[in-house]
């Protein structure tokens, strides 16, 4: 019998999607995608996030799925919107774009029982060159994490990626709180995906893994704190933050994108 050791972390076993699994992450994450295109003409100066959320919401149900976020651990509706300083996890209210906002909007499907996860940084109007720079930042910062995915590659190397050039080459907060996570039949499991790993640590990627990528990117300080809604995260410095998102599946020669769109910003 072995004494008892330091405590190491439970093997957990992540879950393998089969063909006709992938298929429905694909129709998912597809569908996921839409939502994004659809909503974009939306996004102008003097619309509340109320009615973004009320579009998405009704874009989804006809389309025979499930808005994810609706009644999630409590979440009041069907997408979050994250504007300015706030990190992720905005909740859609009478709140009022206006011209020069940022705002993240995240979409999650449920379709036929299976997530997807994903979502995109608007610009309300012209906006600051500042802030143009941390969204195209935070865009090349998850395609280059996005990179990283292949079988046999280890979870840290998404990581390492992706502070590396959002932080090592232009100083930005790349935020810990939060993190990408595995998806499938579930919204949020093993593994999980930090966006400031270890290169050649962490769990091996195999094929038929999804999971997300979601960098979020702040200015200033990578701290945050949750509003007393329970929900909305901002930056502790009040400085700006953005995020992009995709589901990814895991392939034998690299990934496929499962969220990707037509006319995506992509690298
Ligand atoms: N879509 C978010 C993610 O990327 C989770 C939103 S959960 C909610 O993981 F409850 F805030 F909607
Ligand atoms: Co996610
Ligand atoms: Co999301």
């Known amino acids: 019998m072995r004494l008892p050791g330091p405590q190491r972390p439970e093997p957990v076993a992540i879950h393998i999607h089969s063909k006709r699994e992938i298929e429905k992450m694909r129709a998912t994450g ?3 995608a839409q939502v994004l295109e659809f909503i974009e003409p939306f996004v102008k100066p003097g619309v509340t996030t109320d009615e973004l ?3 998405c919401h009704d874009f989804i149900v006809e389309h025979d799925a499930i808005p994810a976020p609706l009644n999630y651990k409590g979440f009041p509706r069907s997408i979050c919107t994250s504007i300015n300083e706030v990190v992720c996890h905005g909740i859609p209210g ?6 020069g906002d940022i705002i993240n909007i995240d ?3 449920i379709l036929e029982g299976y997530f997807g996860d994903t979502s995109e940084m608007f610009t309300v109007g012209e906006v600051s060159d500042r802030a143009r720079k941390l969204i195209d930042v935070t865009r090349r910062s998850m395609w280059l994490g996005i990179k990283e995915v292949a079988a046999g590659k280890r979870i840290g190397d998404i990581g ?4 590396g050039f959002a932080q090592g080459e232009h100083g930005y907060g790349v935020v810990e709180a939060f993190c ?4 499938g039949k579930v919204f949020h499991t093993a593994p999980q995906v930090a966006h400031t790993g270890r290169r050649g640590t962490g769990l091996r990627m195999k094929p038929g893994m999804t999971f997300t990528i979601e960098p979020m990117i702040n200015e200033g300080t990578h701290e945050c704190r ?4 329970g929900w909305t995260a901002v930056t502790l410095d009040g400085g700006w933050s953005a995020q992009t998102e995709h ?11 499962l969220t990707m769109r037509e006319h995506a910003f992509s690298m």
Do not use: F, Q, S, Y
Not at 160 to 163: Q, T
Not at 180 to 183: D, E, L, Q, V, Y
Not at 247 to 256: D, K, M, P, R
């Open 30 to 32: 597809r569908l996921a």
């Open 53 to 55: 959320d009320r579009r």
């Open 94 to 99: 009478p709140r009022v774009l206006v011209e």
């Open 107 to 109: 979409i999650t499907t």
């Open 160 to 163: 390492a990626a992706i502070k």
């Open 180 to 183: 990408g996570h595995g998806i």
């Open 226 to 229: 949750v509003l007393e809604d």
């Open 247 to 257: 589901t990814i599946l895991v392939t034998e020669h690299g990934h496929e994108v």
